[in-house]
């Protein structure tokens, strides 16, 4: 199975759905200690890209400026669509799934959508669930009032839409505000359980929410709770380089 690290989408369908537990609670754990903590800053290392003091003419002999400007005529079109996403409950346990084909979510009706998946996961009252599709990226996200309906959904690999069969991957949404890093080179043969104590008493100043290694690699991708990623990270005994984890759009 592919896994991707910088720049993709982690592969979740490699995880035992049991280990959600600790990022499930995440987020009430990071709300508590943000403030104290970290403060509610931004982060200081994001920086807005510089504009270009001039222009270069754009001619019918320059075709790749002209590719250029379709490219960032459709980025921008994409950061508005994002922009105008409408925010989920805060409290709620955040489960993205994303379609790994065949199903193109942006054209169907959140409602018709949450039914489908809400059939897949036995579950009955559309009261405690909100759903939201992402217009870019092929994914949407369901805000679950309880855990245990989170932990349901976070299971699903396939759904059933107008009588045809889909598949899925799902995973826990880290919290807002939090970051998340990536070490190389660094699993074993912990356990999740064994992994996250370790890094959490080898780094006592880091807010570590979550950890768990990427697919069948030796690398661990890391939940911050706080507004940077460190650039070291002690693990197993080891000095690992942390680099920030982002995800596809």
Known sequence: MEVRVQNTDMDPSQYDPRDWTQVLRAPA???ETRNATHGTNADPSVRETPSQSRET???AT???LQS???QLRVLHTNAQKIKQLPPLPLDGFKVVF???GGLDLTTLQPRYLLTA???AAALTDPS???LRIHPVNNTCTVSAVNEKNALKLVQLQHITYDKHEYAMTAYIAPPDGSVRGVITNAYWKESPQELLADLISRNPHETILDA???????SIVITFGQATVPRKIVYGGGLHLCTPYTPRV
């Open 68 to 70: 250029s400007s379709t």
């Open 117 to 119: 998946l809400m059939q």
């Open 29 to 31: 754990n990071f709300r």
């Open 62 to 64: 320059t075709p790749g």
């Open 212 to 218: 768990r290694r990427i697919g069948l690699t030796r």
């Open 57 to 59: 003419p754009q001619t």
């Open 128 to 130: 405690t669930l909100t």
């Open 98 to 100: 994303r379609s790994q």
